[in-house]
Each structure stands twice: as C-alpha cells, then as structure tokens.
C-alpha cells in the first residue's frame, strides 16, 4: 500500500489552496490592489518556509534516503532542496511587488507562481519516476505561461514558445526513459529502479544505458547543459526578469534534485563509469556558458550565460562523486548558494529595468550613485558568483574544486576539473567586472538619484546579509548539505 509523507504533503495543499484562491479573490475585488496577492503569496510562501525549517530543526524528517517503497520520503535530501527553492520563490514574489504594480491580472501571476513552487518542491521529494513526471509538469506549465506573461511583447512571446518546445521535448525524452525503465524492471519506484537495473544480464544492459542517457537529455533540458542549453538565453531575455530569476535559480534547482534522484544513483547502481563523461560535459558547459556570456550587451543574457556555467560547476561535483566522499555535499552546498546570488542578480536586474527601462550594459554607467543599493546588492551578488573571497561562493567552488583534486588519486583526470573551474572562475571576472566598471567607475548622463522600489531594497538587504553571512561563517550551511548527502554506500548491497 502506497503511503504518503507529511511534508510534501502539507507544502502542497497550503501553497496549492492559496493559489486557487488568488484568483477567487480577484474575480471578487475585481483586481483592485496587486500588492495584496503578493502579499498573500508571500505569506503563504513564508509559512511553507518555516515549516519546512520546524521540520528539520525538530528533527521530524528521515535521512537522505535511497531507497524507500513511498510515493514521497519526506527526509533531509527533499527538504534541503526545498528550502532552496522556496527562498527563490520567496524573492521572486517579493521581488515582484513593483514589478507587478499597474500590470494586469496580478492574482495569476502569483498563483503561478505558488502552483510552480508545488512542483518544484515535489520534485525534490520525489522517489517514485511517475510522481518525479508529474511534478515536473506542474512545476513546467505554469512556468510556460510566466515566461510569455508579457502578452504584448513579442520577445515574451518567443520566449513562452521556445521554452515550451524544448520542454515538452524534454519531458518527452523523460518519459521514454521511465516507459524503458518500467518495462525493464516493473515498477517505477526509484529504488526499485535501480535494484532492477543491478540485476539485468548482458543482453538488457543496452536498454537500461539507453533509459539512464534519456534521464540525463531530459533534465538536462532543464539545468542547461551544453548541448541542450539552446533555448535557455532567448528565454530569460524575453521572460520578465522576475520570471528569468525563477527559472535560473528556482527551477534549475529542481532539474538538479530529479537527477540527483534518478542519475547519479543509477549510474552509481549500474557500475558504469560515467564519470568522465559527465566531467567532459561539466567542463564544455562551464567554458561555453563564459565565453558565450563575455560577448553579451544585454544584462539578463549575459546572466542567462552565466548560469550556464554554473551548471558547469555544479557538475564537477556530480561527476566526482564515485571517488570524492565530499563530491555531492559541494554540489549541494553550491546549489543552495547558487540559489540565491542568482536569484538576487536577477532581482536586481528586474529593479534596474522597471524602474529606468534599459537592460544594455551600456546605460548602466553611473547607477552606483543613481541607485546604491540596488547597485551595491547586484555586486555582491556577481562577485559571489565569480567565488570572491570572504562571500558564500568563494567556500562552495572551494569545495567542488578541493573535490576533484581529492578524486586524483583514484581518477587522474578529476584534477583537471578543478584546473578548469579556476580558469572559468577567472574569466567570469571579466564580464562581471566589466558590468561593475560600468555601475561605479564610469560617468552616467546623470547623478541624480532615483527612488529605488522597497521591494528590491528588501531582497538585497537579505541577499547581502545572506551571501555575507555565510561567506563569514559557512559551517552551518556546510553540515546542512551534508545531512543531505544520500549514503551511496548503501547502493553497494545491490550487487
């Protein structure tokens, strides 16, 4: 009999009844006031937070489990990510306020908004490849429309189709490789999954490989790795910057969860060696996602790149994690930190262009006096993402690069991840300092200050004690990732 677990559960049915009733109430007040459908997303986006926190702290939540027979396992695994992306949505909603102010049918977009967040949460809880594609539907569609919410403009518009057709081809590719998995193995569950694939003889080997590649094409659609990352830049362009946010920050995230679930543990399970294919991936991902972000004019696109290459990153530590006992903390640790810092240069962004209209990297001389905390909040943020020392990004690249060379002794050719993750680090410098050159080293037409949306203030004051604090003291954060960590050893008793 199938049972469910109490955290994911609660999650949806409160983020899930405030959403339908968003609507219900604007269709009552006839949508007057946006700012109390933020502010009832907000609080219900709050009160999922810290329930999910309470769960921990209290001890209520499982280890990172494997294996497990329920639909959802409500353990640390699910509820690290969850935190994650739920600090996402909170500032995307925030983040939104000014945004949305004078803007049409604000009740849908916050509903949206929450509906999205369910299916990421789900999808970090999710040990079962049916739930896992539900989830990632529900997190999808309401992210499609989001993406072309700006009806009005056309790039909005491409940007809702390109990544509607390169969704749903992804989750076409997904559900190829559960239709394969099923018919191999009989069962959906993950762990079953897994215990099935260990067990198939030479002749069915092929099929579970080809099952295993459909995984990692279709949630690489999502986390953006090079060769699937085609649609991802057009996107974040033309979507509203508080939507490119969410997709950057939030739903990658839950790209990450899924193939932590189903890839890594599979490969680990079918005893293949992947590792150095999926070294070669984290390597082009990061260089191409750089490179291409150097040549960029537009704010959003170059960021778009940039979170290109942090999949790169992330990936390093993925690949290693068969020889490094600290390969997926990092990944995890750097997932959470990547949360935020993205979500905040988005956030950012989204000030800059409500408040003065421009996303070229030209006009944005001079916005160091005309809009200093929006400007100082976007700073802090490119520079932990560069890795900058004493902010949260520097310790988490530290960890995914020590990682690596760890990983030498037993694969010679870990090193070279690390070697490459610094020169990539490096060269983000360029872009990034470029854009910080513009904001405070260069003369704007104007030094008049402008009056910078509360809402934005709001996000970079948590974004800069957030990335300050934890780049001050990361232990907390560091140990929180390693309570994550699944016990791969305990895929050992498979074989």
Not at 388 to 399: A, D, T
């Amino acid at each position: 009999m199938i049972e469910f677990t109490s955290t994911p559960i609660i999650l949806t049915i409160l983020l899930g009844a405030v959403g339908v009733i968003l609507p219900v109430i604007s269709i009552i007040r006839k949508e007057r006031g946006s700012s109390l459908y933020g502010g009832i997303a907000f609080g219900a986006l709050i009160a999922a937070i810290c329930f999910v926190a309470y769960q921990i702290l209290s001890k209520h939540i499982m280890p990172a489990a494997i294996f497990s027979k329920n639909v959802l396992v409500d353990d640390t695994f699910g509820s690290f990510f969850a935190i994650a992306m739920l600090l996402v949505s909170i500032m995307t909603t925030v983040g939104s306020f000014n945004y949305m102010r004078g803007r049409s049918n604000p009740a849908v977009y916050y509903s949206l908004i929450l509906l999205a967040s369910i299916g990421m949460v789900l999808i970090a809880y999710s040990t079962d490849l049916v739930m896992l594609f539900v989830a990632w539907e529900l997190m999808s569609i309401p992210t499609y429309v989001l993406a072309g919410f700006n009806k009005k403009d056309p790039s909005s518009n491409e940007a809702a189709i390109k990544y509607f057709l390169f969704g749903a081809l992804s989750s076409g590719i997904i559900i190829y490789g559960i239709s394969i998995a099923y018919g191999l193995t009989g069962s959906t569950n993950i762990g079953d999954v897994i215990s099935g694939f260990s067990k198939l003889g030479p002749d069915m080997m092929p099929l579970a490989l080809l099952a295993v590649g459909m995984f990692i094409a279709g949630f690489g659609f999502k986390i953006g790795l090079v060769p699937f990352h085609m649609w991802l830049p057009d996107t974040y362009e033309g979507s509203p910057p508080t939507i490119a946010g969410l997709l950057a920050a939030g739903t990658k995230k839950a790209g990450f969860a899924a193939a932590l679930r189903v890839i890594i543990m599979g490969t680990i399970a079918l005893n293949i060696d992947w590792a150095f294919a999926l070294g070669i991936i984290a390597i082009i991902t990061m260089t191409v996602g750089n490179l291409a972000a150097i040549m960029q004019k537009n704010l959003t696109r170059m960021l778009a790149y940039s979170s290109i290459g942090h999949a790169g990153y992330i990936l390093i530590g993925l690949s290693v994690a068969p020889f490094s006992q600290i390969g997926i903390q990092a990944s995890l640790f750097h997932i959470l930190n990547h949360a935020v810092m993205k979500a905040a240069a988005f956030i950012a962004a989204a000030g800059i262009i409500t408040t003065l209209a421009v996303s070229h990297i030209d006009k944005l001389r001079g916005l160091g006096k005309r809009m200093p905390i929006t400007s100082l909040g976007l700073v802090i943020s490119l520079l932990a993402l560069a890795g900058v020392p004493p902010l949260n990004g520097f310790w988490s690249k530290l960890m995914l690069f020590g990682a690596a060379i760890n990983a030498g002794s037993v694969a010679p050719w870990a090193p070279y991840l690390a070697v490459a993750g610094v020169l990539n680090s490096a060269l983000s410098l360029a872009y990034y300092g470029w854009i910080i050159r513009k904001m405070y080293f260069e003369e704007g037409e104007s030094d008049k200050r402008i009056k910078e949306p509360k809402s934005i203030i709001a996000v970079m004051i948590f974004s800069i004690i957030f990335m300050v604090g934890i780049g001050v003291y990361p232990d907390p954060i560091i140990e929180f990732a390693k309570s994550a960590v699944p016990n791969l050893s305990a895929l050992s008793t498979i074989h």
